[in-house]
C-alpha cells in the first residue's frame, strides 16, 4: 500500500529525513519510534503533504500512485489520514460543520454524492459515544478551548469518520493521562481491518502497550537504524534510544 | 445662517486616511438634498417630514443637537427636509423599520427613542455620493438595536451616525460595509446615562480599490457604563480599510468598562488597513482593553482543513468567514443577521476571485 524509497527530505534546506525506506502492507500496523529530532513528524507531514518539505530524492508510492504529486485534499480523498500531534483551533467554524466539509469535499472528490446535515449528524453521533465526545463538543467551535485529550479523541473520530486506508498517528498518545490513552486506543483499536494500514508514530513504548503494532521502526537521525517486532519496544524501554541506535552502528 | 462649510483636508488628523476633498473634486457634495425613505412603518411609531413646517416639540429638542464633525455640519446646513421617527414611551416595536438613503446630496434623519422603548432598525443605503447625518436619541431603559448594510458603490459616501444614551439605556450597532471610492462612517457615540450599554460591531469585505473608513468616538460620560467594539476587515486587490477608534472616559465615569477590537485580513498583495484603537482615561477603577492586529490567513489552520480533504479555495473562504463570523453573530435580529451573512458572502465571491 505505502512503498517510501530512500526518501530524503529537507526543511528550509536542512536534511532531516536522510534516505528513509519504508513498506507497509494492508492491514498491517506499523509503529515508527525515535527520540526527539529523529525525524518522526517530518515524516508525517511529507505523507499528508505539508508545504515546506522539500524531497530532495527517493519516492513515495501510495497504491501505485506517486502521492508526492498530489495536493493535501487529494491525499486525504484517496484515504491518507493524518491525526495530528497539535490539532489546531479555528475559531468561528463548528466542529460538526467542519466534520462534514470535510466528509462531503472528500466524497465530492472521489465522485460520491454529498450527504445532507442529517445524515452526517446521524454518522458522527454513532462513532462519537465510544469516544466519549459529546454533542456539545460538536456544537463548539473547532478545537477552541478543547482539553489535549478531546483534541485527540476528536482526531480519532475523524479517523472513524473518513474511513481512510492509510491512517498516521502522529504523537497521538502525548498530553493524555492513561484513562484518556485508553479511551483513543480502544478506538484505534476498533478501527483494525484487514483493509487498513496504519502508521503509529511515537517516542514512547507506552502507547504500543494498547495499540500493539506488527512490525516496529526505530527512527534515528532521519534514518531507519532498527527493526522487529512488537517486542522490539520492550527492549527500546529497557536500553533507551542511545544503546540501540549504538548496538545498530 | 452663515457656518464655515469647509471640507476637512488630509491635514486634519481626524482625516488624514481619507482624503475628502480630493475624492469629490471641485464639485463637492453639491446643494441637492438626498433622499430619506422608510419602509411600511410597524404600528406604533410617530413620523414627521422635516420639510413641514410646526415641528413639534420633541423634534426641536432633539434635531441638529448632536453633530460632532465639519462634514455633519454641512449636511445639517444644506438639507431641506428629511425624516424624524419617535418611538414613544414604553413601545415595544417587534418588526423592524427599514430606513434608506438615496440620491445625491445631503439628508438628514432623526430617530428618537422614548423611555423604556424598544426597536430594531435597517439602514441601508444608494449608491450615490452624499453626506448624510443620523441622529440617535434613546431614552432611560429603551433599547436600539441597528443594523446598517452600505452596498460596494463608486461614489463618495459619508454618515455620520450620533447616538446618545440615556440612563441604563442600550445601542447595539452592526456596520457592513462593502467599501465606496470613499466610504467614512463615523459613530459619534455620548454615553451619558449611567448603566448604558453599547455593542459596535462591523465588517467591511473591499475588492478592487475600494476604501472604507469607520471612525467611531465613544464617550463615556457616565459611570458603570460599558461599551464593545468588533471591527474585522477582509480586503482584497489595492484596497484601504481605516478604522479610528477613540474611547474616552470622562472624569468621574467610574466603574466604567470598554473594549476595543479591530482585526484586518489582508488578501490582496495592495491592500492596506491602518488600524487605530485609541483611549483617554480621566476616572478610576475603569477597566479598558483595545488592540489590533493585521494578517493573512493562519497556514497552520489552512494545512489542517486542506489534510482533512477540503480543497485550498474552499478552506480559505471558509478561514475568512471563520475570521468574519464573530463580528457578525452579534446582531440579535435572526433575519438582519442572515441578510448581512448573505452580504458578506456574496462580497467575499469578488475579494478571493
Not at chain 1, 170 to 189: F, H, K, P, Q, Y
Not at chain 1, 243 to 249: G, N
Not at chain 2, 201 to 215: F, Q, Y
Not at chain 2, 270 to 283: K, N, Y
Request: glycine share 10%; hydrophobic share 45%; net charge negative.
Amino acid at each position: 500500500m505505502l512503498d517510501i524509497k530512500n526518501l530524503r527530505v529537507a526543511v528550509d534546506g536542512k536534511e532531516i529525513l536522510k534516505g528513509l525506506t519504508l513498506k507497509v502492507e494492508a492491514g498491517r500496523v506499523h509503529a515508527i519510534m525515535g527520540p526527539n529530532g529523529s525525524g518522526k513528524s517530518t515524516l508525517s507531514y511529507v505523507l499528508a503533504g505539508r508545504s515546506g518539505y522539500d524531497i530532495t530524492e527517493g519516492s513515495i508510492t501510495y497504491n501505485g500512485e506517486d502521492l508526492a504529486a498530489l495536493a493535501p485534499e487529494e491525499r486525504a480523498a484517496r484515504g491518507v489520514f493524518l491525526a495530528m500531534q497539535y490539532p489546531v483551533e479555528i475559531p468561528g467554524v463548528t466542529t460538526m460543520m467542519f466534520l462534514k466539509s470535510a466528509l462531503n469535499a472528500q466524497r465530492r472528490s472521489r465522485g460520491e454524492l454529498e450527504l445532507d446535515a442529517i445524515t452526517v449528524l446521524k454518522r458522527v453521533r454513532a462513532k462519537a459515544a465510544a469516544l466519549n465526545v459529546s454533542e456539545e463538543m460538536l456544537k463548539r467551535a473547532l478545537n477552541v478551548g478543547f482539553s489535549g485529550g478531546e483534541k485527540k479523541r476528536l482526531e480519532i473520530l475523524q479517523m472513524a469518520l473518513f474511513e481512510p486506508s492509510l491512517a498516521i498517528l502522529d504523537e497521538t498518545d502525548s498530553g493524555l493521562d492513561i484513562d484518556a490513552l485508553r479511551l483513543v486506543a480502544e478506538g484505534v483499536n476498533s478501527l483494525r481491518t484487514p483493509e487498513r494500514a496504519m502508521l503509529v508514530i511515537t517516542h514512547y513504548q507506552r502507547l504500543l502497550d494498547y495499540i500493539v503494532p506488527d512490525r516496529i521502526h526505530v527512527l534515528a537521525k532521519g534514518r531507519i537504524v532498527a527493526e522487529g517486532g512488537k517486542e522490539l519496544a520492550l527492549e527500546l524501554e529497557a536500553k533507551g534510544y542511545e544503546q540501540i541506535v549504538k548496538d545498530a552502528a | 445662517m452663515s457656518v464655515a462649510l469647509a471640507l476637512p483636508t488630509r491635514r486634519v488628523e481626524e482625516w488624514k486616511y481619507s482624503d475628502l476633498a480630493h475624492a469629490l473634486g471641485e464639485a463637492g457634495f453639491g446643494d441637492e438634498t438626498a433622499r430619506v425613505t422608510i419602509g411600511a412603518p410597524p404600528a406604533g411609531i410617530e413620523i414627521f417630514a422635516l420639510d413641514e413646517p410646526n415641528r413639534p416639540d420633541w423634534i426641536a429638542a432633539h434635531y441638529g443637537k448632536l453633530r460632532g464633525n465639519p462634514v455633519s455640519a454641512i449636511s445639517l446646513a444644506k438639507a431641506r427636509g428629511g425624516i424624524a421617527l419617535r418611538v414613544p414611551k414604553g413601545r415595544k416595536i417587534a418588526d423592524a423599520l427599514s430606513l434608506e438613503f438615496s440620491g445625491n446630496g445631503h439628508a438628514r434623519a432623526l430617530l428618537v427613542l422614548e423611555e423604556g422603548a424598544e426597536l430594531t432598525l435597517l439602514e441601508r443605503v444608494g449608491p450615490e455620493t452624499r453626506n448624510s447625518g443620523l441622529e440617535i436619541v434613546i431614552g432611560p431603559h429603551a433599547r436600539l438595536d441597528h443594523v446598517r448594510i452600505s452596498p460596494a458603490a463608486d461614489a463618495v459616501q459619508v454618515e455620520e451616525i450620533s447616538v446618545k444614551l440615556a440612563r441604563d439605556a442600550t445601542y447595539h450597532g452592526h456596520f457592513a460595509n462593502f467599501g465606496a471610492r470613499l466610504s467614512r462612517t463615523e459613530l459619534e457615540i455620548a454615553v451619558e446615562g449611567e448603566g448604558a450599554e453599547v455593542e459596535l460591531s462591523g465588517v467591511s469585505v473591499l475588492s478592487g480599490e475600494r476604501h472604507a473608513d469607520v471612525t467611531t468616538h465613544v464617550a463615556h460620560d457616565a459611570g458603570h457604563t460599558r461599551s464593545t467594539q468588533l471591527f474585522k476587515k477582509v480586503l482584497g486587490g489595492r484596497t484601504r480599510a481605516v478604522y479610528q477608534g477613540r474611547v474616552t472616559v470622562a472624569h468621574g465615569a467610574n466603574g466604567s468598562d470598554s473594549r476595543q477590537s479591530a482585526k484586518a485580513l489582508l488578501l490582496g498583495d495592495r491592500a492596506e488597513a491602518d488600524l487605530q484603537p485609541e483611549l483617554e482615561i480621566f476616572a478610576d477603577d475603569v477597566k479598558c482593553a483595545h488592540g489590533a492586529a493585521v494578517g493573512d490567513l493562519d497556514a497552520d489552520s489552512l494545512f489542517y482543513l486542506r489534510a482533512r480533504g477540503i480543497p485550498e479555495q474552499e478552506a480559505r473562504h471558509l478561514l475568512i468567514h471563520a475570521f468574519l463570523e464573530d463580528a457578525v453573530d452579534g446582531i440579535a435580529d435572526m433575519t438582519l443577521r442572515e441578510t448581512v451573512r448573505g452580504a458578506v458572502a456574496a462580497a467575499l465571491v469578488a475579494v478571493t476571485a
